[in-house]
């Protein structure tokens, strides 16, 4: 028998968009029909609750990623309002792929949770938003999914015990993940999903990985670690101008990543039996019979 949760491979659209809705509609298509993910996940921000003016007015710090003068101008041409999101969710409805979003901030909240996903995703960046996070335990009754990027263990005791007290740790889950855009291997930390899973496996629905390396042998040892729930930063052209695009997969890539999990999937289990069945004919054929 197989110990092992199934996995579920989120693929994340981020703003890979580029501003644009039938690439965003390209993306799910892809995803579900070549990548064969389980889910596809954008992003929302109010851009004025999150930026100071100072911010919101200062130059992109790339200007060659940047798609307006300023970097609120920037943020604002990849951001889709929430009834495009609205279109975005059917369109997951209508080809059968889960449809999620991360939120950024309190309004971006309380919009997406208005189109009752099965799941939001609190960004690594945001597990602080004391206000946010509560309001979802609140007022939000699907799973909610948090980075613990950028994150130290107090705080995400401090998380964990939050949920408790609002009695909504079982729809927590937890992922591993070190903020960086890429990750060298060297900081990627996988052995800390041992330890989100030795502290808290009994109290939180999952434990999930949130990977922003190159290739994808990390993310089928982080399975095999124990995270069943992958996220991976996902575009059509890792050339195309943008600050994720550089650590994403592209469909392939995240096409092998999801043939290979599942196949490490079906392989963790231990023998039914001393001989297996494939194997009895082998050993009738190859085993020595005079010993």
Not at 31 to 36: E, G, L, P, Y
Not at 157 to 169: G, I, P, S, T, Y
Not at 228 to 255: C, Q
Request: with cysteine; glycine share 4%.
């Amino acid at each position: 028998m197989n110990t092992y949760k199934k996995p579920y491979i989120i693929a994340e659209i981020g703003c890979n968009h580029k501003g644009d809705m039938e690439i965003a509609k390209e993306l799910i298509k892809v995803a579900k029909i070549f990548c064969n993910v389980d889910a596809v996940k954008f992003q929302k921000r109010n851009n004025k609750e999150l930026l100071t003016e100072d911010q919101y007015n200062q130059p992109h710090p790339n200007p060659a990623n940047s798609y307006g003068d300023t970097y609120g101008e920037h943020r604002e041409y990849l951001e889709f309002d929430v009834n495009q999101h609205q279109e975005l969710k059917a369109y997951c409805d209508e080809i059968g792929i889960t449809y999620s979003t991360s939120v950024w901030d309190l309004t971006s909240a309380k919009e997406i949770s208005s189109l009752n996903p099965e799941f939001i995703k609190i960004p690594s960046a945001c597990n602080n938003n004391i206000p946010m996070l509560e309001w979802l335990c609140d007022n939000y009754k699907g799973e909610l999914h948090i980075s613990t990027g950028m994150t130290t263990k107090n705080e995400i005791e401090d998380l964990v015990n939050l949920f408790k007290r609002k009695n909504r740790n079982k729809d927590l889950v937890l992922y591993n993940c070190t903020s960086g855009y890429p990750v060298p291997f060297e900081d990627v930390c996988l052995l800390d999903i041992n330890v989100l899973i030795d502290k808290y496996k009994d109290d939180v629905k999952h434990i999930g990985f949130s990977g922003h390396h190159l290739g994808i042998a990390v993310d089928v040892a982080a399975f095999t670690l124990g995270a069943n729930i992958i996220e991976r930063h996902y575009t059509i052209d890792r050339t195309w101008k943008g600050t994720d695009h550089a650590a994403s997969l592209e469909p392939m890539g995240l096409r092998k990543l999801s043939r290979d999990v599942n196949a490490v999937y079906k392989a963790l289990k231990f023998k039914s039996q001393d001989i297996l069945p494939i194997e009895q004919v082998q050993r009738d054929k190859l085993k020595n019979q005079k010993v």
